[in-house]
């Protein structure tokens, strides 16, 4: 008989068993229901794996997280991106720091992750079952029996890195767990909008983007979509906002800075333009570098001819303008997927949880990590990196009570 099971060969699943050294790998079985383990570290990244982000303070990188902040800050003294990349360093896996901190194989191929936690797993002589989906898992007095399809296997600690499906839920709601109801992160918003029709593809190198109704503000690249907007200052908005967006049912609408400046400022910089410029034509002019279709909307927006000189700006269009410019509002309806990378807010109560160990405090002996958690972040590496931290910590703590 084996003396743990873990449930799901995703990347909780597998740093984890990565890491139990083989005196507990051996007594370890991985059951997996797909027919290929990690498949979601494959497809990461746009299959280029952004495994961590170069952010080694603690308590900074716990400000990426919109759910499980306070929790992971202990984890993260334990293991944080530094330990990430000199875990697989050491294993042959030379990693890149890109511009903005996000961290790849210097190879830009997931499957040199895989490879790596394949390689740590085998040596380690962990059994792995494919196309073994776990049923049900019972607790008895001094074991787990974990139900497959066809077999019923007694261990006596359980790991449950399922990932964040809802029947995964049901088996922990079976073992007295509470679940936060999982709502969707990390989408784009879908913007009906004369101002943006037919500009899909131009973006905005840093732009000031908030939903007042939620008092949630982000800032960052925008970029206009087929369907509305997106970028990585929409992608921060959806994640801090995941539940209110939901109640809301993704109704609500959007301010949006172009310029970094407030409206007065702006005022005043179009009026020392009009004198500066008195001559020439407002459309020729583009004073903040916006690609030209835009600006040119922009100003058809706001009632500017295009034969319209600086000095015949009137006050009202300089007002319009200026409002387009710093806090122009946007109705948003509706989400759509980004790139078909998304992560789930919601999953087990964290109150339930000892994050020195990853232990359940509901259920002893049944440890949990990975998005089944009510833990997500933004995109950068930030998921990748809690999964491994928190299979790390489990895997240590249980070689530590061998
Ligand atoms: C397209 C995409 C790209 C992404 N890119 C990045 C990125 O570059 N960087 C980053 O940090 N994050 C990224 N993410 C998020 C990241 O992939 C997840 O946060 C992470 O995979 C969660 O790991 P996990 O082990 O908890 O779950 P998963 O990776 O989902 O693994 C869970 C595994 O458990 C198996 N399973 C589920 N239920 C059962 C059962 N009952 N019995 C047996 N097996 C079961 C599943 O088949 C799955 O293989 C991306 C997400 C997506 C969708």
Not at 7 to 20: E, K, S
Not at 253 to 267: A, L, M
Not at 312 to 319: A, D
């Amino acid at each position: 008989m084996k003396k743990i099971a873990i449930i799901g060969g995703g990347a909780a699943g597998f740093f984890t068993a990565a890491n139990l050294g083989k005196e507990l790998g051996k007594q370890t079985v991985i059951f997996e229901q797909s027919p290929a383990p990690l498949q979601k570290v494959r497809v990461s990244g746009g299959g280029r794996c952004n495994v961590t982000h170069a952010c080694f303070d603690p308590r900074e990188l716990v400000e990426f997280y919109p759910r499980g902040k306070k929790e992971l800050l202990s984890v993260f003294h334990q293991f944080q991106p530094g330990d990430t990349m000199e875990w697989f360093e050491s294993r042959n896996v030379p990693l890149k720091v890109e511009e903005d901190n996000r961290i790849f194989p210097v190879s830009d191929n997931s499957m040199s992750i895989i490879e790596a936690l394949m390689k740590e797993v085998e040596k380690n002589q962990v059994e792995i079952r494919l196309s073994e989906n776990v049923l049900k898992i019972e607790k008895k007095e001094n074991h787990f029996l974990v139900h497959t399809k066809s077999e019923v296997l007694p261990f006596e600690k359980v790991i449950f890195t399922p990932g964040s499906s809802v029947k995964s839920m049901d088996i922990l709601r079976n073992l007295r767990h509470k679940i936060v109801k999982p709502v969707p992160s990390l989408f784009t918003f879908n913007i009906k909008d004369e101002r943006l029709k037919d500009l899909m593809g131009i973006s905005f190198e840093w732009s000031e983007i908030a939903i007042p109704q939620f008092k949630l503000e982000a800032e960052g690249p925008l970029l206009i979509t087929h369907w509305g907007l997106s970028g990585p200052g929409i992608l921060r908005l959806s994640a801090w906002g995941a539940l209110e967006l939901n109640k809301a049912n993704y109704e609500f609408s959007i301010r949006i800075n172009f310029i970094q400046q407030d409206k007065e400022y702006c005022i005043d910089f179009l009026n020392e333009l009009k004198l500066e410029h008195a001559k020439k034509l407002v459309q020729n002019i583009n004073p903040f570098s916006f690609p030209k279709r835009f600006w040119h909307r922009l100003l058809e927006v706001c009632k500017i001819p295009v034969d319209l000189t600086f000095s015949h700006l009137n006050k009202q269009q300089i007002q319009a303008l200026a409002t387009e410019l710093t806090e122009g509002i946007y109705q948003v309806k509706g989400k759509s997927t980004f790139k078909d990378e998304f992560v789930t807010a919601g999953g087990v109560d964290l109150k339930e949880v000892d994050f020195k160990t990853m232990e359940s405090k509901v259920c002893p002996n049944l440890f949990l990590a990975g998005e089944i958690l009510n833990i997500d972040a933004i995109t950068g590496g930030f998921n990748f990196q809690a999964c491994w931290s928190e299979g790390h910590i489990i895997a240590k703590h249980l070689e530590s009570i061998n």
